[in-house]
């Protein structure tokens, strides 16, 4: 690894200045990935603001039968639009934050192998959202289609289909190249002795992380395209009348959309497995099963996706195959759980906020890999598709599971990033608040779903209504506590308590042992001697 | 540490209160499957309460032990963390011992799977076409057919829009139903004009995605008379919400005598249409 080179007196205009640059300017131009990482966690907690604004209208409109306050067509835009919005441009920013910023530091590298190519994978995320929120403003608004976007639907949408697509693009080329970025990282710039079976097992979570979007994102791109093109060029890919088939969308969709959710959950995972053994002063049980564990999940990911499509009318073996592919999938996952209980099992355990969030996480994503195992069960799952049941499922398995875990992971990692404490009061106020409110939302919905309640509805029967009206308070409850959750942020990093230079005295990967709190702006520009 | 007299109390008050509040709910509330109508509802209706049972053991099991770290493994308590990291046979156990459960679990699914499968040796088929967004049904074969019916939504729309009071089969209710008798099997043929919607009735346990272009099917045989209700299940547009099913499982005599007069309905019909049309010739 040769020392990095100063840039003094380069041509940059800032003779004898050694640092960023300052303004605008700065976070335009800035390669470096902590920089990067903030403006990725920055973008996502906009988006994930916009996105539940829109939940809030969903869950107004859902709060009595009758329509009251938007009309179908509207409703159905505001759903699909959350859903894009909250997959692609909340929860999956975040994660690749989360990577930005610890990646580098844990593996003792001075920065990303491609830095300039992070500086485009981020800046290409607020074009992206903005064309999005733009389709509201084209003629016939934004496309009503879900976030699934099942085609011939979307051939039947206005200009705002376009948009989304064009978007979807954006997306994708963000997150291509962001893994391509992770994975050549982790695979080359460790320091020496940092074997691959010796890394925190986030950078294990990323690493195979990267390799599903690799995988998984073209495959998207090609889907919306031959949307495109079915739009607007002639083709036929999703119409019979041409020699198509619509359920040809749905297999090259979910041939995406399966590796997706474990595109969000890996990191999510992986956050988890450093906040418990930090928290539980002991290390994480079982570390190889871990990585094996993880990898499995992965493989197995690529080879289920027919389970969204049960309903679709697929030959009997094929449902079986799919039944049983994905029912193994609990295995694996099983592991993980039982190996994070380990941890906390005999450790000397505290619940600041981040071990809060972590076992809440543990508690509820638990709860929806359960009502996940009963979907993927054919036979039971011809009853709840399309139901509150799958509504319910992957909002455990997202909110509770993914966004707790990057909530674990702001609140573990805020010290290191900003060299101040935030208020330990407030943020366990978060934490309850939100784990009261987000079970008011969603554990009810699954009563809705087996009730039969279908979802992306504006309205719905009477024997529907109380569910609904409890879901509907705990949504308005869940929205205004993440806004304390802005509030405690912007505290700690502008009038948070100075941190110490170790805050988290069980915390033991390289940017807790081997750097100063906050981090500097370059850190291990020379490697450090791992014994 | 011994919690006070009145701590004891206080929690005693809050679970009965829990118990009745909830026992009053589940008989107000819908929280379960519909009351099965045939076999095969009543099939996954117990596999899933298999299952549901199967699961709350295990979750039960398993949070029991975190939470009890949780109160005993607490550094406030003192607890000095033990060092162990890895543990083969035990890990072994709880990847094997999943996996044995797992099996336990798929074997009934799969024979449920295989007999929702089962179309063959109908009595009666019908084509449930999806529009948007109303159903057409057309019985193709066996007593009744011949017969075609559009089925649309017939809540009027000041009710939806609040200037009426709802009545009690709300968005749940149709000009013309699809009429069956009872005991008789059943199958249905889904297809489309326009784009993807599914037909399901939940006490029947039946969804079937209807595809434009394409014929796929499914079967119900009902094994008691009643009124059936159900919703489209796939998003197809703005009134996604708003075109339901409805299935009048009727006795044997009752839906031939629906038969006879379904077939007088149509034939004078189409006399009036073939007058209209001699009319406009002229």
């Known amino acids: 690894m040769s020392a990095v080179i100063d840039s003094h007196g380069h041509a940059h205009g800032h003779a004898g200045h050694h640092g960023p640059y300052s303004g605008i300017m700065r976070w335009i131009t800035t390669t470096n990935h902590k920089d990067i990482g903030t403006m990725y966690l920055w973008f996502s907690f906009t988006m994930f603001l916009v996105g539940g604004a829109m939940a809030m209208v969903i869950r107004a409109e859902l709060f009595e039968p009758g329509l009251q306050i938007v009309d179908p067509d509207f409703f159905n835009q505001m759903t699909t639009m959350h859903g894009l919005i909250m997959v692609f441009g909340a929860i999956m920013p975040a994660f690749v934050g989360f990577a930005n910023w610890l990646i580098p530091m844990q593996i003792g590298a001075p920065d990303m192998a491609f830095a300039r190519l992070n500086n485009w994978s981020f800046w290409l995320l607020p074009f992206a959202g903005s064309l999005l929120i733009i389709s509201f403003f084209v003629p016939g608004g934004a496309p009503g289609v879900g976030w699934t976007m099942y085609a011939p639907l979307t051939v039947q949408m206005g200009m705002g289909m376009d948009l989304t697509i064009f978007a979807v693009h954006l997306l994708g080329m963000s997150s291509i190249m962001g893994s391509i970025n992770i994975v050549t990282t982790i695979l080359n710039m460790r320091a020496p002795g940092m074997t691959l079976m010796r890394m925190p097992l986030f950078c294990w979570t990323w690493l195979i992380t990267g390799y599903l979007l690799i995988a998984a994102m073209p495959v998207l791109a090609g889907a919306v395209t031959m949307t495109l093109t079915d739009r607007h060029f002639g083709t036929t890919f999703f119409n019979a009348a041409g020699g198509g088939d619509p359920v040809l969308y749905q297999h090259i969709f979910w041939f995406f959309g399966h590796p997706e959710v474990y595109i969000i959950a890996l990191p999510a995972f992986g956050v988890i497995s450093q906040v418990i053994p930090a928290f539980s002063r002991k290390p994480l049980f079982g570390y190889a099963s871990m990585v094996y564990a993880t990898s499995a999940i992965a493989i197995l990911s690529f080879m289920v996706w027919a389970h969204h499509m049960y309903t679709v009318g697929m030959p009997v073996t094929a449902q079986l195959f799919f039944m049983y592919a994905t029912t193994l999938i609990a295995v694996p996952t099983g592991v993980k759980v039982f190996n994070w209980v380990a941890t906390m099992w005999k450790g000397s355990l505290s619940f600041e906020t981040p071990m809060l969030f972590a076992i809440g996480f543990l508690f509820l994503f638990t709860m929806g890999g359960f009502s996940g195992l009963v979907l993927s069960l054919a036979a039971v799952d011809i009853q709840l598709q399309d139901t509150y049941y799958v509504v319910a499922h992957f909002h455990y398995v997202m909110v509770a599971g993914a966004l707790f875990s990057a909530f674990a992971g702001i609140y573990f990692w805020l010290p290191k990033w900003t060299g101040r404490m935030y208020n330990e009061t407030l943020g366990k106020w978060h934490f309850w608040l939100s784990m009261i409110f987000f079970n008011m939302i969603f554990f009810v919905q699954h009563f809705l779903g087996l009730a039969g309640m279908p979802r992306r509805i504006p309205d719905y029967p009477l024997m529907f209504e109380t569910w609904n009206k409890i879901s509907s308070i705990g949504a308005f409850g869940f929205g205004l506590t993440q806004i304390l959750f802005l509030y405690i942020v912007v505290k700690c990093i502008t009038s948070g308590e100075k941190a110490p230079q170790k805050p988290w005295d069980g915390a033991d990967s390289l940017e807790w042992t081997h750097l100063p709190t906050p981090a500097p702006y370059h850190s291990f520009e020379t490697p450090p001697v791992l014994k | ?282």
Not at chain 2, 90 to 118: C, N, S
């Open chain 2, 1 to 282: 540490m011994m919690p006070s007299k009145s701590k004891y109390r206080a929690a005693r008050w809050a679970a009965a209160a829990l118990l009745a509040a909830f026992s009053g709910l589940a008989q107000a509330l819908e929280w379960n499957l519909q009351p099965p109508a045939t076999p095969i509802a009543a099939d996954v209706q117990g596999l899933h309460e298999y299952v549901m049972i199967l699961v709350i053991v295990i979750f039960v099991g398993v949070f029991s032990v975190m939470f009890w770290s949780v109160y005993a493994h607490r550094k406030s308590k003192g607890h000095q963390a033990a060092q162990f990291h890895e543990n083969t046979m035990v890990e072994m156990l709880w990847t094997v011992i999943p996996l044995i459960i797992l099996i336990f679990i798929a074997w009934p699914a799969t024979r449920t799977v295989i007999a929702q499968k089962d179309t063959s040796n109908a009595d009666i088929t019908v084509k449930a076409t999806g529009m948007q967004w109303k159903w057409g049904y057309d019985y193709v074969k066996g007593e009744g057919e011949g017969i075609r019916l559009v089925s649309e939504l017939s809540t009027p729309n000041e009710q939806i829009e609040g200037h009426a009071t709802k009545d009690a089969h709300y968005l749940l209710e149709v000009d013309h139903p699809l009429v069956v008798p009872v005991g008789k099997k059943v199958r249905i043929l889904t297809t489309a004009v326009d784009v993807v919607h599914s037909w399901w009735v939940p006490a029947f346990a039946v969804k079937q995605d209807a595809i434009p272009g394409f014929i796929r099917d499914t079967w119900f045989k009902a094994t008691e008379t009643g009124t059936f209700r159900g919703q489209c299940a796939e998003l197809c547009g703005k009134n996604h919400g708003f075109m339901p099913i409805v299935v009048k499982v009727v006795p044997q005599q009752e839906y031939t005598a629906w038969v006879e007069q379904q077939k007088k309905r149509q034939a004078s019909a189409d006399a009036a249409v073939q007058t209209a049309e001699a009319n406009a010739s002229k």
